[in-house]
Structures are given as C-alpha cells and as structure tokens.
C-alpha cells in the first residue's frame, strides 16, 4: 500500500502527542513515510499514522514488564510486529490521553540517553 493509500492522521491527535513529546529534552519531531514521529537523537520515540484498515495508531518503546503487560490488555493495546520492546495504541473518539502522555514519557525514557532520561519527571 502506497503512503497515499493511508488516512492523514488528524491534526488533533498530532496536536496532542506533540504537545507531550515536545516538551521533552531534545525531542524532534519529522514527517515520516507515513505519519508523524518523534525522535531524541536517531531513536525514534514514537510514531503515529494511519492504517489501511482506516484506524489511526501511535507506536512507542516500553519496559519489557510493560510490553507484556499491555499486550495481555488487548485493545486499544497491541504489541507491534517487529522490535522487541514496541508496542502500540488505536486512537479513537475514547483514547485515554492522559494514560498515552505517561506512555508517551516512558518511551522517551527507555530512548533517551540517560542523561537526558534523569531530567524528566516520572510518577513512581
């Protein structure tokens, strides 16, 4: 399927990923193939886009406890086909945006380099 094939994620769920990553020490953000993704060095935090299904989607790196934590979870959860710390969310009209920005920061966290990691406020 061709980049041109897939829905334009929208600019709200753009707005509001961004609005997290942004904030973050020296968090970028650049088009991708397909979608929008975030990066701290060459590592890319996050990556959201539209799917052939017509579902938007956000991927991001978790802790392995978390991985498989939410892979077991299920929907709006899916664990991604490849990387073995990947993991993914459907955004959709009942997105837990709040849950997403901890999510969001976690895998800036497991990406960033250490030094910039310990700069970042994190809950317990």
């Given at each position: 399927?061709?980049?041109?094939?897939?829905?334009?994620?929208?600019?709200?769920?753009?707005?509001?990923?961004?609005?997290?990553?942004?904030?973050?020490?020296?968090?970028?953000?650049?088009?991708?193939?397909?979608?929008?993704?975030w990066q701290?060095?060459?590592?890319?935090?996050?990556?959201?886009?539209?799917?052939?299904?017509q579902l938007?989607?956000?991927?991001?790196?978790?802790?392995?406890?978390?991985?498989?934590?939410?892979?077991?979870?299920?929907?709006?959860?899916?664990?991604?086909?490849?990387?073995?710390?990947v993991v993914?969310?459907?955004?959709?009209?009942?997105?837990?945006?709040?849950?997403?920005?901890?999510?969001?920061?976690?895998?800036?966290?497991?990406?960033?380099?250490?030094?910039?990691?310990?700069?970042?406020?994190?809950?317990?």
């Amino acid at each position: 399927m061709e980049k041109r094939d897939r829905p334009e994620v929208p600019a709200v769920m753009v707005r509001r990923i961004r609005r997290v990553l942004s904030a973050l020490p020296e968090c970028h953000e650049e088009t991708a193939w397909v979608g929008t993704r975030w990066q701290v060095g060459r590592a890319t935090v996050a990556h959201v886009f539209g799917g052939e299904d017509q579902l938007f989607r956000v991927v991001f790196r978790a802790e392995p406890d978390e991985v498989i934590a939410l892979q077991h979870l299920g929907p709006p959860y899916f664990r991604s086909g490849w990387g073995r710390n990947v993991v993914g969310m459907l955004l959709d009209d009942d997105t837990d945006w709040d849950e997403l920005a901890e999510l969001l920061t976690d895998s800036y966290c497991v990406q960033a380099p250490r030094e910039l990691a310990a700069r970042v406020p994190r809950p317990g």
